[in-house]
Nanobody
């Protein structure tokens, strides 16, 4: 059973930074493509960023390009999301997810999910 645990969320002022972490266990981390998604109140879950199993390729939602960076450390079984220049509209619960095969921006293609971590950006 693969488990994902996010951490690093919190309250930050607009323009600030946060780094989210997602630690995995129970599976072969280096076999999975990893993604970050977010869900704001009253909205659907949306894609944020994804990274291939090797870390050699990444993808981002247009809304976060240039501000967020996804990375992974396969030795630590952990994926990260560095967020800078945060905006109030980035406020959401952030989830990490894992899937076999290639990266995807579709949440229904991911096999495993964490419980989420709250990010709140004040104006």
């Amino acid at each position: 059973q693969v488990q994902l645990v996010e951490s690093g969320g919190g309250l930050v002022q607009a323009g600030g930074s946060l780094r989210l972490s997602c630690a995995t266990s129970g599976g072969t981390f280096s076999s999975y493509s990893m993604g970050w998604f977010r869900q704001a109140p009253g909205k659907e879950r949306e894609f944020v960023a994804a990274i291939t199993w090797s870390g050699g390729s990444t993808g981002y939602a247009d809304s976060v390009k240039g501000r967020f960076t996804i990375s992974r450390d396969n030795a630590k079984n952990t994926v990260y999301l560095q967020m800078v220049s945060l905006k109030p509209e980035d406020t959401a619960v952030y989830y990490c997810a894992a899937k076999w095969g290639s990266v995807s921006g579709s949440y229904n293609q991911y096999n495993y999910w964490g419980q989420g971590t709250q990010v709140t950006v004040s104006s």
